[in-house]
């Protein structure tokens, strides 16, 4: 596709259960970003992806918080036992090499019950 | 995290005001982006700014990297009800090569018709 896709757009999970959700950056673009949103908040940083560099994971606020990339292409983000305080809508954004500019995905909106 | 000062936090304006917002910094940014982020979805990029002094204008928005590196500001011009949504700054300093940007809280934007 043209843009960042996410999936799933929503998701509902009960406190404790594991959710991954998924990032298809652009094509050609090496460098990907996750976000967290709370709501009514700004976006808060969690991990980078740079090609084949170890990733910058300085934003992850627990160890619960895990993220993968498969080359330079799908990224999954993994938060395992999920608490109520997790309900944010999580943004994935990806850039070309050596660009500033990052182009979003419409996030997904995780709500734990 | 470190984090870039957004002013106003909100606004409500009537259709065809002018508005104005802007982001500080207490150190010196090389770059300063500017986004929109619509109900429901990722943010969009609308302006990037490379140089002090720099003036550059996307259709009725105009945006300006402060002489001191440490500001920007965004205007929009005749506001039109489209206009909704959250406006965030992302900037990034001499953190060599590291591209991970700081974000402003966001202007939530609200036109009345």
């Known amino acids: 596709g043209a843009g960042v896709s996410q999936s799933p757009s929503n998701k509902v999970t009960e406190k404790g259960k594991d959710v991954e959700l998924r990032c298809d950056p652009i094509?050609?673009?090496?460098?990907l970003y996750w976000y967290r949103q709370r709501l009514g908040q700004g976006l808060e940083f969690l991990i980078y992806?740079?090609?084949?560099?170890?990733?910058?994971k300085s934003g992850l606020p627990s160890d619960r918080f895990s993220a993968e990339r498969t080359g330079e292409s799908v990224s999954t983000l993994t938060i395992q036992r999920t608490q109520q305080e997790d309900s944010a809508v999580y943004l994935c954004?990806?850039?070309?090499?050596?660009?500033?500019?990052?182009?979003f995905g419409p996030g997904t909106r995780l709500t734990v019950l | 995290g470190q984090q870039l000062n957004q002013s106003p936090q909100s606004m409500f304006i009537q259709e065809g005001e002018d508005v104005s917002m802007n982001c500080t910094s207490s150190?010196?940014?090389?770059?300063w982006l500017w986004y929109k982020q619509d109900p429901g979805e990722g943010p969009v990029l609308l302006i990037a700014?490379?140089?002090a002094g720099e003036l550059t204008s996307n259709g009725r928005l105009t945006a300006q990297f402060g002489i001191t590196r440490k500001d920007s500001f965004l205007n929009i011009s005749a506001s039109i009800p489209s206009d909704v949504g959250i406006y965030f700054c992302?900037?990034?300093?001499?953190?060599?090569?590291?591209?991970?940007?700081?974000w402003g809280l966001g202007t939530s934007l609200a036109v009345n018709p």
């Open positions: 954004a990806s850039s070309f090499p050596r660009a500033l500019e990052q182009f």
């Open positions: 094509s050609g673009h090496t460098a």
């Open positions: 992806f740079q090609g084949n560099s170890a990733p910058d």
């Open positions: 150190s010196i940014f090389n770059t």
């Open positions: 700014l490379y140089k």
């Open positions: 992302a900037g990034r300093g001499n953190a060599g090569n590291n591209r991970k940007l700081i």
